[in-house]
């Protein structure tokens, strides 16, 4: 998977932050959407600490393997695998958007990805509460997926 290409595609979705702040859920983050854990670094620092672009890379490194390894376990690895790699970075965003527990509730649309049937994939994706809540980046990975062939 071209992680270069996920880390830009996510800096513009989720938007990234070279200090710590607390998010919507008043937890402290920074970086590309990486909540801060008692084994970071950052543990115990104040809001408005900055973060390296260095750090920041690095939290994402291990936040992407983490929406890499979700996606492995809810899809398959093998499936998820085998799949072209415009499919595999749009599933890792909405893993990232989503989480393992409410990507894993779009039944349909996983069927339709398992028949590898992109075109119903991105119907499926765009007939969920998650599309009508984040239309434009929601719009733009179901526009990817339905153009794989």
């Not at 920041?56 to 398959?76: H, N, R, S």
Request: proline share 3%; hydrophobic share 35%; net charge neutral.
């Amino acid at each position: 998977m071209n992680r270069k290409a996920v880390y830009e595609q996510l800096k513009k979705d989720e938007g990234v932050k070279y200090e710590i702040y607390q998010d919507h859920l008043g937890y402290l983050t920074f970086g590309v959407g990486h909540l801060i854990t008692d084994e970071d670094p950052e543990s115990g620092l104040s809001i408005g600490t900055k973060i390296s672009e260095e750090r920041v890379y690095t939290a994402f490194q291990y936040d992407l393997d983490q929406a890499i390894w979700d996606c492995e376990m809810l899809y398959g690895p093998v499936p998820f695998y085998s799949w072209p790699e415009e499919v595999k970075q749009v599933l890792v965003n909405m893993m990232f958007n989503l989480g393992r527990t409410r990507l894993s509730k779009f039944v349909n649309f996983k069927a339709a990805l398992m028949d590898k049937n992109w075109k119903l994939a991105a119907k499926e994706g765009r007939d969920s509460l998650w599309y009508h809540q984040v239309k434009s980046r929601a719009e733009r990975l179901m526009s990817r997926l339905e153009k794989v062939s």
